[in-house]
T-cell receptor
Framework: TQLLEQSPQFLSIQEGENLTVYCNSS?????LQWYRQEPGEGPVLLVT?????EVKKLKRLTFQFGDARKDSSLHITAAQPGDTGLYLC???????????FGTGTLLAVQP | NAGVTQTPKFRVLKTGQSMTLLCAQD?????MYWYRQDPGMGLRLIHY???????AKGEVPDGYNVSRLKKQNFLLGLESAAPSQTSVYFC???????????FGSGTRLTVV
């Protein structure tokens, strides 16, 4: 069974701080996606990374796919209260479209 | 453009009752999925479909059945609900390989 472990599970920070969330597995993924979920809503796609070592930036969010395609990180610069939510990584292996989701990191940014 | 619509949004069932959750999409996506989300366990795949008339089992299929008679609809059925099926259920669609999922807003189900 493929597992995606995220750390930390919970993170409470002040507005303006930087943070990094990690997503790790012993399995190789053909692609990895990051989602953000707000209370009472479904997850919303932030980014897809495909190539080992790939780095993508989305405003203050930087996503990196590990060289071996087994892990990923999400870095947020100068966090804002609007960044509050549950961050989920999800990986696909081989030619399948099915995603395996991580357990999530719950981020709270205090004003 | 509604995207992915799930009905109902909330439901309380008694043990042993049956119900059907409906997922409707207007994006013409081929792939559709049903996940359940439980605290500390993330999103787990129940069943999925790669096209009209096709279904397949996911990670946690026991106690659930699905049907995809029309491309735009994916139904999830619980024949005899159990308290262990208390969860938030999400439907998702996908345009194709390497595309992201589009999720509905979920159905919160409580089985008492």
């Amino acid at each position: 069974t493929q597992l995606l472990e995220q750390s930390p599970q919970f993170l409470s920070i002040q507005e303006g701080e930087n943070l990094t969330v990690y997503c790790n597995s012993s399995s190789v993924f053909s692609s990895l996606q990051w989602y953000r979920q707000e209370p009472g809503e479904g997850p919303v796609l932030l980014v897809t990374v495909v190539t080992g070592g790939e780095v993508k930036k989305l405003k203050r969010l930087t996503f990196q796919f590990g060289d071996a395609r087994k892990d990923s990180s999400l870095h947020i610069t100068a966090a804002q209260p609007g960044d509050t939510g549950l961050y989920l990584c999800a990986g696909a292996s081989g030619a399948t479209n099915k995603l395996i989701f991580g357990t999530g990191t719950l981020l709270a940014v205090q004003p | 453009n509604a995207g992915v619509t799930q009905t109902p949004k909330f439901r309380v069932l008694k043990t042993g009752q049956s119900m059907t959750l409906l997922c409707a999409q207007d994006m013409n996506h081929e792939y559709m999925y049903w996940y359940r989300q439980d605290p500390g366990m993330g999103l787990r795949l129940i069943h999925y479909s790669v096209g009209e008339g096709t279904t397949a089992k996911g990670e946690v299929p026991d106690g659930y059945n699905v049907s995809r008679l029309k491309k735009q609809n994916f139904l999830l059925g619980l024949e005899s609900a159990a308290p262990s099926q208390t969860s938030v259920y999400f439907c998702a669609t996908q345009r194709g390989f390497l595309y992201g999922y589009t999720f509905g807003s979920g159905t919160r189900l409580t089985v008492v």
